[in-house]
C-alpha cells in the first residue's frame, strides 16, 4: 500500500514539474548546437576507398590499345545473375576475336566475381558509382563503353595498382620462398629399398 502510493507521488511530482518535458527539451538543446552525422549527399561526396565495386570496365592493353579480353568467357560462365554476354568469332590466325563484350549493369549485384574468375585480369570494378540514365539502354555497357570507362576512371597506375593491392593470387604468389625446406638429395627407387632388404 505504501508503495503504491509513493509510485502515485513520484508521477504527481513529475506532471507538476514537466520533468519528462525539460529532459526531452534537454536533449533538444543539446543536439542543436552540435555538428549533424547526415551528410548531404550531391554535395558533400563521400571519399570512395580504393577497391570500390562501382561501374565495370574493360582493361585496355597498353600496347595493343586493345581490350585485353580474350573471349575466353569465364566470367560470363561464373556471373550469378548472368548479366555478362560475350560474342566471339574466329581470326583469321584461328584465334578467338570478341566482337561484343556485353553488360547488363541493371541485373549486375557487384560481386567481383568476374574480375575474380579472368585469368587475364581483363575486367575490373572502377570506383566510380553515381550513374543514372533516362532508359535501360544507357545502363547496357557495351565493349566501346567498358573501354571508355577504363581510360576514364582507372588511368596511368590506378589499373595496376588495383590487381596488385586487391586481386590475387598472382603469379609471384606460387613461388617457393626462400627458406623453404626441400629435399635435395638422391631418392631411393623400388630397386633400392628391395635390394636393402
Known amino acids: 500500500m505504501e508503495r503504491k502510493k509513493d509510485t502515485a507521488i513520484a508521477r504527481f511530482l513529475k506532471t507538476v514539474f514537466f520533468v519528462e518535458i525539460l529532459q526531452g527539451m534537454k536533449l533538444t538543446l543539446k543536439t542543436l548546437f552540435t555538428k549533424p552525422v547526415t551528410r548531404q549527399y550531391p554535395k558533400e561526396k563521400r571519399p570512395v576507398m580504393p577497391g570500390f565495386r562501382g561501374l565495370h570496365a574493360l582493361v585496355r592493353n597498353p600496347e595493343t590499345k586493345e581490350a585485353k579480353c580474350v573471349g575466353c568467357g569465364l566470367c560470363a560462365a561464373v556471373c ?3 548479366c ?18 556485353e553488360i547488363e549493369v541493371l ?3 557487384y560481386c567481383a566475381l568476374c574480375v575474380e574468375a579472368c585469368p587475364f585480369g581483363a575486367v575490373v570494378l572502377t570506383e566510380h558509382y553515381e550513374y543514372a540514365g533516362y532508359n535501360k539502354a544507357d545502363f547496357k555497357m557495351t565493349k566501346d563503353k ?7 576512371y582507372m588511368t596511368g597506375d590506378k589499373g595496376t595498382e588495383y590487381f596488385k593491392r586487391f586481386w590475387g593470387p598472382r603469379a609471384d604468389d606460387f613461388k617457393t620462398p626462400e627458406n623453404q625446406a626441400v629435399f635435395k638429395g638422391r631418392t631411393q627407387s623400388k630397386v633400392d629399398l628391395h635390394n636393402a632388404e
Open 107 to 109: 541485373r549486375c549485384m
Open 80 to 82: 550469378p545473375s548472368r
Open 146 to 152: 567498358l573501354l571508355g570507362n577504363w581510360d576514364k
Open 84 to 101: 555478362i554476354t560475350i560474342y566471339t568469332s574466329e581470326g583469321e590466325k584461328h584465334e578467338k576475336v570478341v566482337d561484343r563484350y
